[in-house]
């Protein structure tokens, strides 16, 4: 018996030099399945964002084309259930959001006099509750979306920019992209005025090609993304606009290109920055950018698979870098890295949503 329990072990636990050179999809399954039955203690500081977690987990489910590992009228009961609805009409003139928490404990906060009072609800956790529910094949149409649409117009600011909950918040790129990846999958788009959301977009390509968070500051990997990829679902770029770069853009294309495949460093992987280390999530972040803009083809795959490779844990999942254990985030973006690279067996990305190609089925007629 111990002879066979050894065995088990270092068939489980391989060492640097053992490391299969392959997607190990089995093992990625069962990494996701522990996520999905039981928050992890490390991530029990993270609870009020459980609703994002749930994102990567059945989102990333639904890559690996295994969506039937999961209880889908559960999903949509729980994700339900953290939608803030107002007591009347009139409280969607009162500034606050009426969208979706990020978990039950973020439902209700205390005030001064210890009682309960309900707590903004946040356009991240919306977002991500409306991906898990359009993932699951819940008829959006059948939510309230007219609090949600309404009372998030609320959050635009007069510059274009967006707040994430209705008081005390920063405004910059990741909540634009959340209102308007809000208003694709609604389908309407009375939510926000795309207009202003451009300029102040526009106004965040900095110097050298990328964007920043906020116009004036550095070009990052994620910014970027939030960027281009609002663009894209907004109708103001079009498909495979490399393509077409004698066409007018309303952003400079071949400066954004060269700028994204500068961060594809010497290992393969891709860094988010000049001058700092490659990361697993950034081959979504700006490797996604590439495939919106029609520049995949000038993608290193074969180094970027090896970098992603030795990222990827023997336990299941991908870490940050090598050496490191496995998280939520960086699996979902090696799986996302891994579809964008045509890993068979796994379901297309719609890079510009953050879900699969499945998903989208019927979103892509209102560009």
Known sequence: MSSTMGAEEDDFLWDSDSEPQFFDKDRHLRFLEMMYDLLPSDYQTHEINRLTLAYFTIIGFDILGSLDRIDKDAVIKWVLSLQAHPKNKDDLNNGQFYG???????????????????NGSHLASTYCALAILKTVGYDLSLIDFTSILKSMKNLQQLDGSFMPIHYGAETDLRFVFCAVAICFLLGNWSGLDREKAKDYIIK???YDGGFGLIPGSESHGGATYCAVASLRLMGY???????KVMSPCIIDVPMLVDWCLQRQAEDGGFQGRPNKLTDTCYAFWVGGVLKILGAEKFIDEGGLRGFLLTCQSQYGGFSKSSGQFPDLYHSFYGFCAFSLLDEPGLNPVSVEVGVTEIATVGLYLQL
């Not at 979706?100 to 309900?118: C, K, M, W």
């Not at 770029?237 to 393509?243: E, K, Q, V």
């Open 100 to 118: 979706f928490h990020g978990s039950r404990s973020s439902q209700f906060q205390s005030n001064v006099e210890g009682a309960l009072v309900p």
């Open 204 to 206: 965040c390509q900095s």
């Open 237 to 243: 770029i079009a498909d495979d606009p490399l393509s």
